[in-house]
Every structure is written in C-alpha cells, then in structure tokens.
C-alpha cells in the first residue's frame, strides 16, 4: 500500500488506543505492516503500552526480529524443522490467534527456544478485499507467496494480509472467541478500511501529478476511488450495529431470566445439531452428506452465538440452514425418522428470533422498570442506517438512566459518540466528493478546492 509513514503511524497508533480503550484488560498493543506480495515482509510500525491513569506509552523500545527492516515471508512461515510463530499462522491462513495458555502455545517463539512462558496475547490478521486493491487483470497476474512445498498461500483468497495486530491482555483475563477478541476482529476490520481509505487517498494525489496530460483517464481513476472509499465508510454503521446487537444480547438475556424455563434459539440450534450428530454416523461419515452435515453445525453453532437482528437471522434460516436440511433429508435416510421433529424446530427456531420484540414478555420481566423495557426492546431491534442516525442519540440516552445495570455500559456510551460523529460526516464527504468529480470531469477547479 502506498501511505506515507506519518500517516501510517497515525492511523495505527489511533487503533491501538481505540482497542486500549474499550478493553479495561488489554496491556499493550502492536501493529505490524504487510506487503508487498510476495515478500511479505512484516515491519512493527508502532507500539503502545498502557500506564497509570490509562495513558500510553509509545515506541518500540525492546529488541524484536520484527523492526525495522523486519522479516520476509520466507523467514517465518511455516517450515518443518524451524520454530512455528504466530505470526506465520496469520498471515498464511488469515485467521486470528489466541494465546489464553501461554504455558502450552505451540506457537510461542520464546516459549520453543527458551521455554520461557509469553503473556497471554491476541493475534488479529487485517484482511482488504484483492478488488478493492487490484483490478482484475492485474490480479490474474500477481505473484502470490509459497509455502515451503511450493504452493501459493493466498490464490484462492477474496483477501490479502494488510497488517496484523496484536493485544496483550493481564493474565487469565482472555479466551479463545471470547468478547474482547471478537471486539478486536471487529476493530481490525475498520483498520483494514482505514489503511485503504489512506491507500485510496494517496493513489488519488499521484493520479492528480499527472492530471495535465491524463485528465480524463485519471478523472475515471479519482471517481471510482472516492466512491469505493465512501462505500468502505459505511463500516461506520456496522460497527454502530454491533454495539446495538450487544444491547440485543444484554436485552434477551433479561428475558432469560425472567423466564428461565423458556427455549431459547441458541437451546434450538443446539439440539438440531444433537440430531445431525446422532445421525453422521449412520451416514457412512464421509463424502459429499459428510461435508454438508459439517457446514450445516457450523452454521448452526455460528447463529446460535451471535446477537443478529431478527431480519438477518430470517434470511440466515431461510438461504442458509434451510436449503442444507432439505439436502440431507432427501439425498440420506438417516434422518427420515427426526424428519418431523426438524421441521418443527425449524417453525419454533423462526419464532424465537422475534422474542424480543414479544410485548408479553416484556410484561414479564418484572425485574426491570417499565420504562426501561418500552426503550430497550425497541431500540436494541434497530437496524441503523444512513438515514437514521439521530436514533443513537436515543439510545445515549437510554445508556444514562441511572437504572440500567449491563457490562461495559461507559465503554459504549464512548464508542458510539465516537462513531455518530463519524457517520454524520458522511452525507457531507459524499456530496464534496460528488462536486469535485463533475467539475474535474468537465475541466474546471473544484469550488470547494478553489
């Protein structure tokens, strides 16, 4: 990526507070930078470590492989005989790491050479779509990184490893797929975003050099580039839902205790993959029935977890589960028996995504004041858009009544005025932006630029 190294220590030094902030239990925080293919040499761009009255200590004091000039691929990948890293798990398969046992982290570098324990730590892979970074000639022609048989890691990849992150936290305080690292996958997913907004911006300056004899070619490259940078800021509102979707999990675990005895989706999903288990091995085990019964409990196990907006959760039944239990029941007959059975959990399933929303239960949770109910079932059922920003000043103001007991309540409060005031400036960057496309497209200076 082509971003300036000011700019690009800014950017990550803004994430690293960000992930600071919102994680009471997070230490310290590193950034690494990667790229280009097929190098991939990974360099630490910053680090911060939190000190008293939650302030940051920045820099790279400590001796590390990974400074400057940092690591090429072939230097920590994977390669029988040689210490396995963490980071060499990232970057090739482009999943995250936790290290919530440090005593037994196989990829703990300094545990395999010195049998000295890490800390309890955090890897997040920064992920950027390859169509947002090459067009599709050129990427039909890159030069992706090998593994050490000699096969290209990332060919049949939507993404490429931008950067990676990594959180330390106090120890026992985090575990695999636990909040914090799902806040800081989250997280990583706007720092993708950002370092392609900077990588867009930069490419436009460049495109701008040249303006004089290539007007309209670089015109076409300014517009599309603006554009897709405007669609990445709508991350903005899907980080806003993600918030709306913990007050949507707090809100239904209320319901659960006023009503304990009460099936739930999650007990739902859990017994149709109970069926599916009882009966892979009658299946034969293997084979195409094998594959499907695996994504359909993933899938299963996956929405059983995550607070998703009942509309969401629908079309995720209705595209996703559905059309999987219908291949297994007619292409295997081992499930022949549990057919009715499924069928009605699948009924019951759709009919629990909207409990939230049931005005009766509500009535019933009569440990928590009426007003704080009306609110909390409306707006924790809000599905944010561009159009209705104002409603996250309902929901601040729900956060403040005195009354409301859930996890976390400040860090959020925090958050979401952080991100309101980023989607507020959206409808006014799309409308310059839109004002200096026609008018460099018809040769003039732009007014707002004048």
Same mark, same amino acid.
């Given at each position: ?12 030094? &803004? ?85 919530? &046992? ?80 799902? /806040? ?5 997913? +706007? ?11 930069? =490419? ?24 897709? +940078? ?37 007990? /739902? ?57 219908? %291949? ?19 009924? %019951?399933?759709?009919? %629990? ?41 309902? /929901? ?9 007991? /859930? ?37 003039? =200076? ?5």
């Amino acid at each position: 990526m082509i971003i300036p190294n000011d700019i690009l220590e800014k950017t990550c030094k &803004d994430m690293i507070e960000t992930i600071l902030f919102c994680l009471n239990d997070a230490t310290k925080g590193t950034i690494y930078l990667v790229g280009p293919m097929p190098r991939l040499q990974v360099v630490r761009i910053t680090s911060g470590v939190r000190v008293e009255d939650n302030g940051i200590k920045w820099g790279l004091p400590e001796v590390s492989d990974y400074n400057y000039p940092g690591k090429v691929w072939e230097q920590y990948q994977d390669r029988p005989g040689r210490v396995l890293e963490a980071m060499g798990w990232c970057v090739e398969r482009q999943k995250s790491w936790t290290s919530d &046992d440090p005593h037994r982290d196989g990829r703990s570098v300094r545990k395999q050479v010195s049998g000295e324990a890490e800390d309890f730590h955090h890897m997040e892979p920064v992920l950027v779509p390859k169509s947002c970074l090459y067009s599709d000639q050129c990427a039909s022609s890159l030069e992706y990184p090998l593994d050490y048989s000699g096969r290209p890691i990332w060919n049949d990849c939507e993404y490429v490893v931008s950067a990676v992150i990594k959180i330390h936290f106090r120890p026992h305080t985090i575990r695999l797929g636990d909040r914090s690292t799902k /806040i800081i996958k989250k997280l990583s997913q +706007t720092l993708g975003t950002e370092l392609l907004s900077q990588h867009v911006r930069e =490419t436009v300056n460049e495109a701008q050099r040249v303006l004089s004899r290539q007007r309209l070619q670089s015109c076409n490259v300014l517009a599309h580039d603006l554009r897709n +940078t405007l669609m990445k800021m709508g991350f903005v509102f899907s980080a806003i839902n993600a918030e709306i979707s913990f007050l949507r999990e707090q809100w239904e675990l209320q319901l659960q205790k006023a009503f304990p005895a009460m099936e739930t989706r999650k007990s /739902i999903l859990r017994r149709l993959n109970s069926i599916v288990k009882l009966r892979l091995p009658c299946a034969n085990g293997t084979g195409e029935i094998a594959r499907l019964a695996g994504e359909l409990m993933a899938e299963q196990e996956e929405l059983a977890d995550l607070p998703v907006h009942p509309q969401s959760a629908k079309a995720w039944l209705d595209h996703r589960l559905r059309p999987k239990w219908q %291949r297994l029941l007619t292409e295997c007959d081992v499930w022949k028996d549990d057919s009715e059975e499924i069928r009605e959990l699948l009924n %019951r399933l759709e009919q %629990r995504f909207w409990m939230g929303l049931d005005e009766r239960l509500a009535l019933g949770v009569r440990h928590l004041p009426d007003d704080i109910k009306a609110q909390w079932s409306r707006l924790a059922y809000t599905d944010l858009t561009v159009d209705r920003v104002f409603i996250v000043d309902e /929901i601040l103001r729900f956060l403040d009544h005195p009354a409301l007991d /859930i996890p976390h309540k400040q860090q959020t409060k925090k958050v979401l005025r952080s991100l309101k005031a980023l989607a507020e400036m959206i409808p006014e960057v799309e409308e310059r932006a839109n004002k200096i496309i026609y008018s460099l497209r018809n040769g003039n =200076t732009p007014d707002c630029c004048a």
